[in-house]
């Protein structure tokens, strides 16, 4: 993946940039606005990573100026300004998504790579009716889930559990992204609502499995992946 990385703060930029690198992507820097707004209209990214505030040209202006030009890269927000009125804002402008400041690389990555996926291969996701991981496979169409030649009964919200973390195998999912997609929350309850299903999860698709199929990540989330 080749990335755009328009920060000022020289310490962010280092440390997003060289992330990025050890994760196996590409990435070209801009340290004010006027040079990212040059660079995201004469070279080809998969997706801008754009702070808000900035010198010669804030970010938003530089979205929107990407986006009247007949851009669709996707662009995620970095920001300090972390009030709904700012996200909102920050979307309106044509961003695709926003973080706030401070973040973990981690949940940077996992959003990066989604929008990447959602750029290139949108119309291909739209007409997936099964999702699958190992022995495991979840029927969209039906409803159904299966592990091996067992059937899985789950309740709605375990299912929409499972359903998320599949369409994102072999990727971190945080709990921020859980909260967001699966339980509709835009804040953090401060509960383990999320610990309790990924639990139930576990038990119910790796109760006749040799293997687990879900891991925790310390300190970023969890990931699902084949065997």
């Known amino acids: 993946m080749r990335l755009l990385i328009i920060e000022d703060e020289p310490e962010v930029l280092s440390y997003i940039a060289k992330g990025m690198k050890e994760a196996g992507h590409t990435a070209d820097t801009a340290k004010n606005g006027k040079d990212g707004l040059f660079l995201a209209t004469t070279e080809q990214y998969d997706v801008l990573i754009v702070d808000r505030m900035l010198p010669e040209l804030d970010g938003l202006t530089v979205i929107k100026t990407i986006r009247g030009a007949g851009s669709t890269t996707p662009a995620l927000i970095l920001s300090a300004l972390g009030e709904v009125d700012d996200r909102v804002k920050g979307l309106r ?3 695709d998504d926003y973080l706030v400041k401070p973040f973990a690389f981690a949940e940077l990555l996992a959003r990066i790579e ?11 996701s739209s007409e997936t009716t099964t ?6 496979t979840l029927n969209l169409l039906s409803r159904t889930v299966t592990r091996g030649q067992h059937d899985i009964e789950l309740q709605t919200r375990e299912f929409k559990l499972l359903e998320y973390l599949l369409r994102h195998k072999g990727q971190i999912v945080t709990r921020t992204m859980l909260l967001e997609h699966v339980w509709d929350y835009h804040f953090d309850p401060q509960t383990n609502v999320i610990d309790v299903h990924i639990s139930r999860l576990r038990r119910k698709i790796d109760e006749n499995a040799q293997s687990s199929l879900i891991h925790t990540v310390r300190g970023a989330g969890y990931i699902i992946r084949d065997e």
């Open 93 to 95: 402008s044509g961003g």
């Open 131 to 136: 999702l699958s991981a190992g022995d495991l």
């Open 114 to 124: 989604i929008l990447s996926r959602r750029g290139g291969n949108g119309a291909q």
